[in-house]
């Protein structure tokens, strides 16, 4: 077993293992933030995708992000109010219930990385960068400005949405259900870099021509790795405002977007585990040293700064080295 | 099957003022290896972009397989079979050299949408690429990374490439570009090989492979063909002595 499995194998169990010593010590506070952790992480994995295999910049994530936290809000609202969503040739009443609010995150996510592929696709390097961003601050003045659904305030759930045969109010109940779609996403991500899509993908971050020379289209396979990256993170986010039974705008706000970058840059571009590393050190450094200053983030900006000047692997790259191609 | 594969008509390209192509009209026939020679600056490399679909023409058409393709983006030129290889070498250099191979089949199979199975586990594909590698000499080198093969390999790699599109005519920007006495003799034996197989537009630099590999030379000056003919016939055209070959012919 290489030695970058092994870490894996361990950081996995270090995610049972620590809110399963949590749950024994009646510590409920340190499963919340490891639902935190694990979610972001989530998140972070749809950015991987689009970034570690595409090398597409994107600092619009918190779009898609944004958008599985109102597809949470708009539909459990809804339902909490008895107000249908839509009363005209037909009836769409809102729900609570998890799965049907995941479909629904993760396919209007994908639609809008659609979208937004469509047109951000056609630029590249640092004006991808910024199509992508902007975008992010039209969605977020969007949900601002809009006040069907709280506007600036945001939007408030009084119980936590319900999944068939969990008590998802029990802390720990729900950090399986988000380590469950970790675990999945990991195992997809990590499928998809050996199938014939991720081979085609690797090949066009690195030379777009020689794809075309073989009769493939880069652009429209950038496009497939925005929709599928842009569905993980949409589901990350109706998770995430789940967790906290409230989506507000800064859901959407670029600063989400960066620190969802930040996730991947800390862990490690690119490498499968990336994500996982970089969300639970943010988060322990956010709960750490947040509780000893409010300037906390000044230690996160020179650990960023360490790893994109000396290890271009991130903190994985660090421990384990470079990554061989494995065919 | 028509005997001309490829065939340009009459294309025009400029830059500006700078006329990089005038009027030119060259075929490529079955079973031929076809070269193009000039002076740097001539118009070799607009010539390869509009004939791969990386250029559109102002004026003029493109011809390959008898169908107008002149509109077609790259993608779909080498689908239908137009392989070609780089002037520098456009390789995936962090994969390994069969994932290279690799992502040649995959493309001509024109089915990427896949994301759950294994490509590696694709017979069909690794069939392709892994006797394409043999046919180049790579295939002790498959598991190789490709940023760790010698310049000579990469060449190598880069006709291999090629190779896994089931090609109908190579279009070869310079390939012994970079080579030694050595290599070159060794990737001139091999094109010579491979010309049974579809025929190869080559565009290069070295005289001694062109005269030992081509049927026909079209010379190439100031973004016209000044001559068009045979190796002995162009050896002797004064017109091509003066304008290029010099003191080499």
Known sequence: MSRERLLNALLLAGLVVVPGWALWADEPFTITLATRAVIFALAAVGLNIALGMGGLVSLGHAVFFGIGGYAMGVLASHAQSYTPLYDGLFTLEGTKAMPVIWLVAAAASALAAWLIGLLSLRTSGVYFIMITLAFGQMAYFFAISWPAYGGEDGLSIYVRNGFPGLNTLDPIQFYGICLAWLCLALWGHARLRRSPFGLALDAARQVPARVQAVGLDPKRLYLVALVISGAVTGLSGALFADLNRFVSPSMLSWQMSGEIMVFVIIGGVARLFGPVVGAVFYVALEHWLGGVSDYWQIILGVVLLAVVLFGRGGLIGLVCGKERPDA | ?249
């Open chain 2, 1 to 249: 099957m028509p005997d001309t594969i490829l065939r340009t008509h009459e294309l025009h390209k400029a830059f500006g003022a700078l006329r990089a192509s005038e009027g030119i009209s060259i075929t490529l026939k079955q079973g031929e290896i076809h070269a193009i020679i000039g002076p740097n600056g001539a118009g070799k490399s607009t010539l390869i972009a509009q004939i791969c679909g990386a250029l559109r023409p102002d004026s003029g058409r493109v011809e390959f397989l008898g169908r107008d393709v002149t509109a077609l983006p790259t993608e779909a030129r080498a689908r239908m079979g137009l392989a070609r290889t780089f002037q520098t070498s456009a390789l995936a250099m962090e994969q390994t050299v069969l994932q290279n191979a690799l992502l040649g089949a995959l493309g001509a199979s024109g089915r990427p949408w896949r994301f759950f199975s294994r490509v590696s586990a694709d017979q069909a594909l690794r069939d392709i690429a892994e006797s394409a590698l043999h046919e180049a000499g790579l295939l002790d080198f498959a598991q190789t990374r490709t940023a760790e093969l010698s310049h000579g390999q990469r060449r190598q790699l880069e006709v291999a490439v090629a190779l896994t599109l089931r090609p109908r005519a190579f279009v070869m920007d310079e390939p012994m570009a970079g080579l030694g006495a050595e290599g070159s003799k060794r990737l001139t034996g091999f094109l010579d090989r491979l010309q049974d197989r579809a025929p190869i537009l080559l565009v290069e630099h070295d005289m001694d492979a062109v005269f030992a590999l081509a049927d026909r030379i079209s010379v190439l000056v100031y973004g016209r063909v000044i001559a068009t003919g045979t190796v002995d016939e162009i050896r002797a055209d004064p017109r091509v002595r003066e304008a290029y070959l010099g003191d080499e012919a």
